[in-house]
């Protein structure tokens, strides 16, 4: 009963502290409370969620009683030992085993593991509640009312693009969505509204650099960019051409895309401590594994320790640009073989069907990601006979037709495939071969805390 009185008077204040006019007051405002205090509210949420999902979602209430846990007794994640919650379970059980209340919404996300989605479920409070808090970082970040937002997120089953139209709610700016379409038709189109703020994919958007080096640039205030990595050249380069800073989002759709987002120092993501719990799993020396995360306020689908499959560390230290929140590093990488790059989101399975029913010499095949200063550029090797214009032909073929999106993307040239046959027995010269290797450059750098920010902002 006084956890509940308690939780009630954090909660009041914090809707208080949301619905402060200027966002330096909500962020000083939720700032000021003391380490202790947040870790006290984070508890108490925390205990909050764990009943009420054991009481109401089925795949909680079997998992708690198949693993003997007595929720009366936890007080806090790490007390749960070796139990998460995987992506492998909401494809497994259903994303409707998670549910413990009246969704209004879901989405999937748009490339996984393997091919069935991962679905996510929420309600339009739960969107609401993201888009204030998205709109106090971005109002942070210089983004006011006078600005003119052009948006190029893909609108199909993906969070993102509702989530920023609830954010922009709360600035109150002028907005358009074209939607991914074609950059060169996009710069087109969207030129005589003279957009101030662009948001996009990071290779959707250095394309559309491309064709803005062309072109000409317009002044704007920022890009931002969410939905996967970006390697440190590539951002460089599109600031550089824009003459404006390139932010990014840390998100999932599981997360309802809120998880952590950068500030100018661009060192990392601030992290959203008030609606997650965050953990790192199998942490190495230097504090890297896998980001796990707790959700503390979601009453439609719930999730208990989350194994969100990036590899990064916590930042506890303070940030260089005076925003209190604590951060998340810069994703390193997956923990699975799946890679987010221009293609999409791919895996394995990805490869394994586009080359199904191609003559090969051996099951053998292996990708490997790289950038070349522009966009990412895939290579897949395979061992065959075939001459490279052939097999080239045929996987293009297949993609068209077996993965449409991907196919748009390779359209759009947000990324290059190439195809190199390999002799027989080349590949695997170990037990186990890697599937994926990721091998783009600054995808693990973290940008110095002290670099000295360039961009005047307009806060
Ligand atoms: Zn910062």
Known sequence: MRALSFLTIADNLEALALRAAHPRLAVGALSHLPPSLLGAIQRARFRQTLRFVAEHSPFYREQFSRHRIDIERIEHPQQLGDFYTTGEDLRHYGAEAFLTGRPETAFETTGTTSAIPKRAFFSDEEMDRA????????RLLGLERADRVASAFDCSFWVSPAILRATLKHIGCFHIEAGKIEPLEFYERIRSYRPTVIFGEPSWLSRLTDVAEERGTWPIKFLFAGGENIVESARRRIERVWRAPLYLNYGQTEAFGALGIECQAQAGYHRNDL???????????????ELVYTTLTRRVMPLIRYRAGDITRLIEEPCACGWPTRRIAKIRARSDEMV????????PWVFAELLRDTPLATAEWQAAVEHDGQCDVIELRVETELATP?????????????????????????????????????????RKLKLILDRRPTVVGERSTDQTLFYPMAI
């Open 275 to 289: 609606d997650f719990f965050f953990e790192i799993a199998d942490a190495d020396a230097d504090g890297y594994g």
């Open 131 to 138: 888009g204030r808090l998205a709109a106090i970082c971005l």
């Open 340 to 347: 987010v790059c221009g293609m999409g989101n791919v895996g």
């Open 390 to 430: 052939d097999l080239e032909r045929l996987i293009l073929a297949r993609l068209r037709e077996r993965f449409p999106d991907f196919w748009k993307n390779y359209e759009m040239r947000l990324y290059k495939l190439r195809v190199r046959p390999a002799a027989r027995g080349e590949l695997r010269r170990g």
